[in-house]
């Protein structure tokens, strides 16, 4: 049976700050106080660096089987509604939720090593973001795609046409799955890495990434916005707002949006 390398890691720092810490290292998914990593190399990497900027904080490496940490941490997620959309996973389908009625869009996601099941702060920022652009008809990339939900919920919207593009052969795997799942056609999906390959440009880039990817990143997901484009950025905390936005210094902010200590904004180029 595979397993999983992980941390258990006994804090006092609020949980939210330690994965905003912890994502620059790979991270692949947290069940409640185990944070599982892709490689051990990640685990590794993550449980020194914890050590420098927490030296308050316990972690312990593990090595989890699959099946030990999958079945639970998913049993317990329920559907998710954020405004029109609802997003839920095969075993908490709502009555009448695939045929719902006018206006609401509904989203079937099966959970996974990815994040973007609907439940993180950030992913919800964006669903609500996206709800208050005009897709119709527009171009989409999902940058850093995870489950796809973000691509699914754009093509829901009216997109036209939508490309999500991911580093991890695993999570576009599960993308592709729940595209099936919702019998999407006209969302590509790529293994891509946002830094170096050819993208092209788009109506409208989603970057629910870090605060530390969207700064590094800053000229790249510029790029693939159109002139007059948007841009919905989130993944970074209160603190790191003003240094995100000021990595785009060729874009109007347009609106901003929070949710406990995650930002989003929504940029137009």
């Known amino acids: 049976m595979r397993t999983w390398p992980a941390l258990d890691i006994q804090r006092p720092d609020p949980d939210d700050l330690i994965q905003a810490f912890l994502i620059d290292f790979n991270l692949a998914a947290v069940d409640d106080s185990r944070f599982y990593f892709h490689t051990p190399a990640d685990r590794d990497r993550a449980a020194a660096a914890l050590r420098g900027s927490f030296p308050n904080i316990e972690a312990r490496p593990v090595d989890v089987p699959d099946e030990d940490w999958a079945a639970r941490s998913q049993a317990s997620l329920r559907a998710v509604r954020v405004g029109n ?4 996973p095969p075993w908490d389908v709502p009555t009448g939720i695939r045929d719902p009625g006018p206006g609401i869009r509904p989203i079937i996601i ?5 994040f973007g099941t609907g439940h993180h702060a950030t992913t919800r920022l964006c669903l609500a973001a996206l709800q208050q652009i005009e897709l ?6 999902d940058v850093g795609t995870g489950s796809g939900v973000l691509a699914i919920a754009a093509r829901r919207l009216g997109a036209s046409a939508v490309l999500g593009i991911d580093d991890d052969a695993d999570a576009i795997a599960a993308a592709e799955d729940n595209l099936a799942l919702n019998h999407e056609s006209r969302i590509a999906l790529e293994v891509a890495d946002l830094r170096a390959s050819a993208i092209g440009q788009f109506d409208v880039v989603v970057a629910n990434l870090t605060g530390g990817l969207l700064m590094a990143t800053a000229p790249r997901l510029q790029s693939f916005a159109l002139p007059g484009g948007r841009l919905v950025l989130s993944g970074f905390l209160e ?3 003003h240094d995100v936005l000021a990595a785009f210094p060729d874009c109007l902010s347009e609106s901003r949006a929070q949710d406990d ?3 989003c904004a929504v940029l137009r180029r």
Do not use: H
């Not at 959309?85 to 839920?88: G, P, W, Y």
């Not at 099966?110 to 990815?114: D, E, K, L, V």
């Not at 119709?136 to 990339?141: A, C, D, F, P, S």
């Open 136 to 141: 119709q008809g527009r171009t989409v990339i």
């Open 239 to 241: 603190e790191e707002e």
């Open 85 to 88: 959309l609802i997003v839920a």
């Open 261 to 263: 200590e995650w930002r």
């Open 110 to 114: 099966q959970p996974s090593m990815g």
